[in-house]
């Protein structure tokens, strides 16, 4: 057990609370882009020495170890973990009331270190502990598992634990509290509650007023499913009467509901989307709510390769300090460029072979798509016409396809979806190299958006967010193929950083459309000038880099944050 470096941390004016967290590979506290952009959040946050502090669930179950079987059918395992192998164990324990009992909440400590050596902690939250029940102890244990009475009860550990842990670290005058994604709405009814407790119910707009002032709110969802809704019988079962009536007494219980991110809006004074376009979405579906746009953006010295950072020490000696420089990347020669992708591509190619057995050629344009296996995010897309896919194949110097992604074990049709690529792939085998690589990991992530050739996208509009796997592509000079949706609508300038796929990004989807239309790119555009015109292809990788690299990171981010989100008043 250790004690945290009071001295410092009570220097701390921000807290981030997230639901999942995604800092290294071998700590599963996160299922996918939500809880790595948490994690490069933190990682900025740290490089910038800004005073902040994370919170977020331990997750002891982890999200799940995938395999697949011949026919593309996954399988899950459990992917337990000890947290006490990897963190420090902390105090103080706080308690929390959930079904009118006490339930004891523990925290162990992860130290994000900065590159000028400034630390920002992670608190991960811990109910498996011999104080509490058995049902009780395995709160913090699935992530995005169970029920919707356990969903609501990690929520409750989360934003109730996490401010008495706080309050408990002697963390009482922070300034500001980010709460990502809706998960962690009730930070600010805890904060709302103390304030009730002291003055009494007949001041609770001026608490209200008061609470909105100290919560800021990033809603990462433009799907209404997506957005967690739980019935007031269930609301009032796990939080109790007299946080029922507080939230009655606000407003946040519509048509027999509480909807976590509207709670999470109503209870904060500055809320943003993380692309221009997700924020226009989102605008419409709350209406009477101002939902600015700040765009994502990765960790630099994260994402980018081993390989392409060798060579941005040699060109551009601070672009770790400064990401902005990487805008004079202008000035690599291509034959560097091209030279060091390979470098990356080898090391990509060979981990290939070691997980699956298959080997490619490192000589053939190589695509890669690895998301969360959603239905909107459509990974079959590429594989709706078959027969047209074989002809551009064959037409072209050679094509080969690297998939990688989880389906949620309750997502059937994410999983039909992953059978069916594999499925059409192993009738294409002897015109078009394929491997569905399992268990996607930041491991497995940064290998691949390092080493592909082209980085492929194709949600459905408007669904996306605003996705950063091709932002981490882009660092390492590897241009994207992609709906016009998400953060690429912004970072898109065609033939320059990448090529779209359909209409333009206001126009709604259509499916039959772009699979012609991202055929007609591979066989029209992205194929040829592959191989026929070398230092042609070597300019769009460096734009990439130029363009896009030096703008989509997580410094840039967490600049604007600063701006226009912490600042107050």
């Known amino acids: 057990m250790s004690a945290p470096n009071q001295g410092s941390l009570r220097s701390s004016r921000i807290a981030y609370f997230s639901m999942e967290v995604g800092v290294r590979s071998d700590l599963p506290t996160y299922s996918g882009g939500l809880g790595v952009l948490s994690g490069d959040t933190i990682k900025a946050a740290a ?28 399988r ?29 909440v523990q925290a162990w400590k992860l130290a994000v270190i900065g590159v000028t050596g400034h630390e920002v902690p992670i608190f991960f939250l811990d109910t498996d502990i011999e104080d509490n029940a058995d049902p009780d102890r395995r709160i913090t244990g699935p992530l995005y598992g169970g029920d919707e009475r356990i969903r609501l009860l990690q929520e409750a550990v989360l934003g109730i634990g996490g401010v008495k842990l706080l309050q408990g670290l002697g963390l009482d005058e922070l300034e500001t509290y980010h709460l990502n994604e809706g998960h962690s709405a009730l930070l600010g009814l805890a904060l709302l509650e103390e304030l009730a407790e002291s003055r009494g119910h007949e001041e609770i707009s001026e608490g209200l007023e008061e609470v909105r002032s100290r919560c800021v709110f990033t809603t990462h969802t433009p799907v209404a499913a997506g957005h967690d809704v ?21 407003g946040a219980v519509e048509e027999g509901v509480v909807n976590m991110t509207r709670l999470a809006l109503r209870l904060s004074r500055f809320c943003n989307g993380v692309a221009m376009r997700h924020a226009q979405v989102s605008g419409e579906m709350f209406p009477g709510y101002q939902v600015h746009p700040i ?11 081993a390989p392409m950072r060798g060579l941005f020490d040699e060109y551009v000696p601070a672009w770790r300090e400064d990401p902005y420089l990487l805008r004079h990347a202008v000035d690599i020669p291509l034959h560097r460029i091209r030279a060091t992708h390979r ?54 110097g050679g094509l080969q396809i690297l998939y990688a992604g989880k389906a949620h074990p309750r ?36 290998l691949l958006t390092a080493g592909v050739d082209v980085w492929l996208n194709n949600p459905t509009k408007p669904l996306e967010a ?9 660092l390492n000079g590897v241009p994207c193929l992609s709906v016009l949706d998400g953060w690429w609508i912004e970072g898109h300038v065609e033939g320059v950083t990448g090529w779209s796929i359909g209409t333009g990004w206001d126009q709604p989807s259509d499916t039959d459309q772009e699979v012609h239309s991202l055929l007609d790119q591979l066989e029209g555009t992205v194929l040829p000038l592959y191989y026929d015109d070398p230092d042609g292809w070597a300019r769009v990788m460096r734009s990439s880099i130029v363009l896009n690299g030096s703008y989509f990171h997580a410094r840039r981010m967490m600049h604007e944050y600063q701006a226009r989100a912490y600042r107050r008043g």
């Open 295 to 305: 765009t994502n953006g990765v960790h630099a010295a994260t994402w980018t390769g």
């Open 343 to 396: 470098e990356a591509k080898e090391q990509l190619l060979s981990e290939v072979e070691r997980r699956s057995g298959r080997r490619l050629a490192p000589d053939r344009l190589t695509l890669g798509f690895a998301r969360r296996a959603a239905p909107y995010k459509r990974a079959d897309l590429l594989m709706r016409d078959p027969e047209r896919l074989r002809a551009v194949a064959r037409a072209s």
């Open 466 to 474: 605003s996705g950063t796997s091709g932002m981490k592509a882009a």
């Open 230 to 250: 739980f019935p007031i019988g269930l609301v009032e079962e796990v939080l109790g009467e007299r946080r029922t009536a507080l939230l009655q007494a606000i």
């Open 76 to 104: 899950e395992e459990a992917a337990t973990w000890d947290p006490g192998e990897y963190l420090d164990r902390v105090e103080p324990r706080v308690t929390v009331e959930i079904e009118g009992r006490s339930v004891v």
């Open 47 to 74: 490089d910038l020495e800004l005073p902040f502090v994370a919170v977020s669930l331990v997750h002891r179950d982890g999200y799940f170890r995938q395999t697949l079987d011949a026919e593309g059918r996954q």
């Open 411 to 446: 997502n059937e049709e994410g999983k039909e979806m992953i059978r069916r690529v594999v499925e059409v792939a192993e009738t294409l085998k002897e015109d078009m190299a394929f491997a569905y690589l399992e268990d996607y990991d930041m491991e497995l992530g940064g």
